[in-house]
């Protein structure tokens, strides 16, 4: 496979898409973001919306642990009603992974503190608005097939992961998971 530009995995929110729980935006206004666009390297997920979940929605959170344990199969998803919707967000942490492995991505930047895209931060699981240490279920499972994943905190660090890829073999799909 040709080198070329690396492209990016990117929360769709972060974009200025109305897909978050309150049918908002979390539009970032930044410079790497904006190049990365023109560039043509951008490639978009709600993981929430492509699991199946509709816009507004209840707010989610992760219960008895983090993304990792969610897939793991030992903590679940639940909506503020009491809905349990682990279903959902596993099944748009797989289309996120699909997304990577079509366009051969090494590079994520997914909206902090979400349940599905947070990459060090999660609410604790009690709608309190407490925050620990954690990731969500996408965030969780692309790092599991390699992809490394940045918040939009981090656009700096996440623009050097992609000059480093840039000219380099894409490498087809990010390689197979190593948690068993
Ligand atoms: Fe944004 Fe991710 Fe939440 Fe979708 S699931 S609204 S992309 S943070």
Redesign the pocket.
């Known amino acids: 496979m040709s080198g070329g530009r690396a492209k990016v995995l990117v929360?769709?929110?972060?974009l200025g898409?109305r897909?978050?729980?309150d049918a908002r935006?979390?539009a970032v206004r930044d410079g790497h973001l904006e190049r990365w666009l023109r560039e043509g390297r951008v490639v978009?997920?709600?993981?929430?919306?492509?699991g199946g979940l509709p816009?507004p929605r209840p707010p989610c959170e992760i219960q008895g642990g983090s993304g990792a344990d969610v897939l793991a199969g030992r903590a679940r998803v639940v909506s503020q009603l009491g809905d349990d919707e682990t279903a959902a967000f596993r099944a748009?942490a797989e289309r996120a992974l699909e997304l990577a492995r079509i366009h051969g991505i090494r590079v994520a930047v997914?909206?902090e503190?979400?349940?599905?895209?947070?990459s060090a931060q999660i609410y604790d699981g009690s709608f309190a608005g407490r925050r620990i240490a954690g990731e969500?279920v996408?965030a969780a499972l692309l790092r599991q097939h390699r992809v490394r994943v940045f918040s939009e905190e981090q656009l700096e660090e996440a623009d050097e992961a992609l000059r480093a890829l840039d000219g380099q073999p894409a490498g087809g799909a990010p390689a197979s998971r190593d948690d068993g």
């Open positions: 929360s769709a929110c972060l898409e897909v978050r729980y935006a979390a978009a997920i709600c993981p929430e919306v492509a816009v748009g997914l909206k503190r979400s349940p599905s895209c947070g969500g996408t």
